[in-house]
């Protein structure tokens, strides 16, 4: 069993940056992050492979970068010009199937973390 750690989340103002990170246990494929705000679904934000092929969500293309240090099986999510809607709590999942696959027809991701807040808010 991976086990993923988060970290980083908190209160921004909304312009600001934060950055979050996230630590697998063990060896892992793709990993990537989800939001889910209150009365919303959970909603992909972004994902990496090992290979370094990103995916984003259309909400924060431009504003967000994932990336990852393989050897530390750790990723990143560097978040820039913050908005109030980016307010949510942060999921870090990470899959150990060789191929990436997130969305309808997907099979659900392997392991997830405890979440972390991000408050955006002045």
């Known amino acids: 069993q991976v086990q993923l750690v988060e970290s980083g989340g908190g209160l921004v103002q909304p312009g600001g940056s934060l950055r979050l990170s996230c630590v697998a246990s063990?060896?892992?494929?793709?990993m990537g992050w989800y939001r889910q705000a209150p009365g919303k679904e959970r909603e992909l934000v972004a994902a990496?492979?090992?290979?370094?092929?990103?995916d984003y969500s259309d909400s924060v293309k431009g504003r967000f970068t994932i990336s990852r240090d393989n050897a530390e099986n750790t990723v990143y999510l560097q978040m820039s010009s913050l908005k109030p809607e980016d307010t949510a709590v942060y999921y870090c999942?990470?899959?150990?199937?060789?191929?990436?696959?997130?969305?309808?027809?997907?099979?659900?991701?392997?392991?997830w973390g405890q979440g972390t807040q991000v408050t955006v808010s002045s």
């Open positions: 063990g060896n892992i494929n793709a």
């Open positions: 999942f990470a899959d150990q199937r060789p191929y990436y696959c997130s969305g309808h027809g997907c099979p659900p991701h392997d392991f």
């Open positions: 990496i492979t090992t290979g370094g092929i990103k």
